[in-house]
Nanobody, 130 residues
Framework: QVQLVESGGGLVQAGGSLGLSCAAS????????IGWFRQAPGKEREFVTA????????HYADSVKGRFTVSRDNAKNTVYLQMNSLKPEDTAVYYC???????????????????????WGQGTQVTVSS
């Protein structure tokens, strides 16, 4: 069982920056790939970025490449999402999620498929004003 808690959301002006954290707990939490997803009002939840259990691989949605950076500190069981050059269209509830995958498969990159993630946090609101 893995528990995830997001923090760091808030209101920021367009062009600004915001950092999110995902605190994970559980006996084998460091084995999990962690993904960030977001859901805007009236829209489906979408993939943002993900990082493998050992930080060996990352994957970004095209809409955030070059602006967002994912990282993790397994000693602290925390995954970070640094968001720069924010746009109003980045406004959404941001969720982190855990997928036990590359630890066993040896794949270089984490999944971007929502249904493959087994555990989810409660989400944190990010609002970007124009």
């Amino acid at each position: 069982q893995v528990q995830l808690v997001e923090s760091g959301g808030g209101l920021v002006q367009a062009g600004g920056s915001l950092g999110l954290s995902c605190a994970a707990s559980g006996p084998t939490v460091s084995w999990y790939d962690i993904g960030w997803f977001r859901q805007a009002p009236g829209k489906e939840r979408e993939f943002v970025t993900a990082i493998t259990w050992n930080s060996g691989g990352t994957h970004y949605a095209d809409s955030v490449k070059g602006r967002f950076t994912v990282s993790r500190d397994n000693a602290k069981n925390t995954v970070y999402l640094q968001m720069n050059s924010l746009k109003p269209e980045d406004t959404a509830v941001y969720y982190c999620a855990a997928d036990l995958a590359t630890y066993f498969t040896g794949s270089r990159y984490p999944s971007q498929v929502i249904v493959e993630y087994d555990y989810w946090g409660q989400g944190t609101q990010v609002t970007v004003s124009s």
